[in-house]
């Protein structure tokens, strides 16, 4: 099965330290979503791309986060420098098509010390 | 803006029993899409069910299945004959047509009991 692949798996850092995510979306597929998880506000939106330009980025905090597509297989997501409420678990998906569901990568788990 | 509310944050069932959880949405628009999708403590977001909004038929999925009420704007996912497996966090989500950003509820945290 074709999936969404996103690394690291688990990265820990400390505060004000680059830390960069991968992601490289099943081929295919037009879409890219960045979203982010944490217990007290649940999934959301952070940024997306269709055909590698953005869409939407407003859910970003533009000061320190940076989202890129440099190609049709990657893209990446940047926090410099990070903070301790930087973390939380920053999941990929991509889908293509009207009426097709997205695909989820496994995430990246990050903690700032 | 659209919204995704679920009521309950937690709930359980016994193995084999069946189990219903909850989840309203907000949304001006006619026509889009409807999720639920299970996150093992594994963190893998596995699409579980999905229904189109200008369907009326129910989607169903094994011992999966939902009941879609557009006037009511509800949409409750039933699992029959729970197993240990089960056991993991749904999350519903909206999304409007095209290939948009999903909206999430906060998710509810499903325990299955042996």
């Known amino acids: 099965d074709a999936r969404v692949t996103q690394t690291p798996r688990d990265k820990v850092t400390e505060m004000g330290q680059e830390v960069t995510m991968r992601c490289q979306p099943i081929?295919?597929?037009?879409?890219v979503f960045w979203y982010r998880q944490t217990m007290m506000q649940g999934l959301e939106l952070l940024a997306y791309f269709r055909n590698r330009a953005p869409l939407d980025d407003s859910g970003m905090p533009k000061d320190r986060f940076s989202a890129e597509m440099p190609d049709a297989t990657l893209a990446t997501l940047k926090i410099q420098p990070s903070e301790p409420r930087d973390s939380a678990v920053y999941f990929c998906a991509s889908g293509s098509g009207l009426h097709q569901p997205q695909h989820f990568g496994d995430g990246t788990r990050l903690s700032i010390l | 803006a659209q919204t995704v509310t679920q009521s309950q944050p937690e709930m359980s069932v016994q193995e084999a029993e069946t189990v219903t959880l909850s989840c309203t949405y907000d949304?001006?628009?006619?026509?889009?899409?409807l999720f639920w999708y299970k996150q093992p403590p594994s963190r893998q977001m596995i699409l579980v069910i999905r229904?189109?909004?200008?369907?009326?038929q129910n989607a169903t999925e094994n011992r999966f299945s939902v009941n879609f009420q557009k006037a009511a704007k509800s949409f409750s996912l039933k699992i029959s004959d729970s197993q240990l497996g089960d056991a993991a966090m749904y999350f519903c989500a909206y999304r409007r047509p095209g290939n948009t950003p999903l909206v999430f509820g906060k998710g509810t945290r499903l325990s299955v009991i042996a």
């Open positions: 949304t001006s628009e006619s026509d889009y899409y």
């Open positions: 229904q189109e909004a200008y369907k009326q």
């Open positions: 081929l295919g597929h037009n879409t």
